[in-house]
């Protein structure tokens, strides 16, 4: 990406992704269109944009800011592979393929010493379906996000976080069985992923099964007994249920 001219610019762009994280999209979005007004030459603030737009379902405006970051900055391997994207989704595959292989021979023909191999475009594509994923759960698109999720694990089994994500989307849709189901198949094919066993024991105290959730976390402290997430988790429990005790 551009460096931006200014610290306003720069200060407008990081309170955008904050805003963005806390799922706050229209203040995100007024943050970079404030820097595209003071400075039509920031590619960031567009290429933001563009994401925000493709989460909207906003197709020709994500394109049309794409297109202006790749004109502002040719270089710019994230802008190609997100379009490429957006025109395979839509049907537009040979737009979608051209694009990909002149990125492809643009970084193969430069001095860069990254050259795209497949393992690496796949965690590229990856990446950006679980950004639009994130995207869609800020909106409570939770159908949209739990497409994108899993066109995100299969290009790159290895992000396990958006298997947990997966999950918990399911749950949200009240589909309690089908998330306990992916988050055991998670725990059986990584048993040393933390992570999955957390979200375990969570998911059985979110659906009042208390001990299931204490004996998961119990498990994680016997093998890693600094582990802070889990001991919180437990001393919480434990603290819910003695208050409920108390008020009996």
Not at 69 to 87: G, K
Not at 111 to 116: A, G, L, P
Not at 182 to 209: C, M, Q
Not at 217 to 230: F, G, R, V
Request: charged share 30%.
């Amino acid at each position: 990406m551009q460096a931006t001219n200014s610290s306003v610019e720069k200060e407008l762009i990081e309170r955008g992704k904050v805003l963005l994280e806390s799922r706050d999209v229209i203040g995100a979005t007024e943050c970079f269109h404030q820097v595209v007004d003071a400075n039509p030459q920031n590619s960031e603030a567009y290429f933001s944009l563009a994401n925000i737009y493709h989460a909207n379902g906003e197709i020709g405006k994500a394109i049309q800011a794409l297109l202006k970051v790749r004109e502002l900055d040719p270089n710019n391997t994230d802008a190609a592979i997100s379009l490429s994207v957006i025109y395979n989704d839509i049907g537009r595959y040979d737009e979608a393929r051209k694009i990909f292989n002149q990125e492809n021979e643009r970084v193969k023909n430069s001095k860069r010493q990254d050259i795209i191999e497949d393992q690496h475009i796949n965690r590229k594509f990856s990446d950006k379906h679980f950004e639009l994923a994130e995207l869609y759960i800020s909106y409570n698109r939770f159908d949209d996000a739990l497409f994108e999720y899993n066109k995100c694990v299969a290009l790159n089994p290895q992000n396990l976080d958006a298997r947990i994500k997966m999950a918990k989307v399911y749950a949200k849709k009240g589909f309690k069985a089908k998330a306990l189901e992916e988050l055991r198949r998670l725990k059986n094919e990584h048993p040393s992923y933390i992570p999955a066993r957390i979200a375990i024991g969570v998911f059985y105290y979110a659906n009042g099964n208390i001990l299931e959730a204490q004996s998961e976390w119990n498990k994680i402290l016997a093998k890693d007994p600094t582990n802070k997430e889990a001991k919180m988790y437990l001393n919480l429990s434990r603290s819910a249920t003695e208050t409920a005790i108390a008020n009996q």
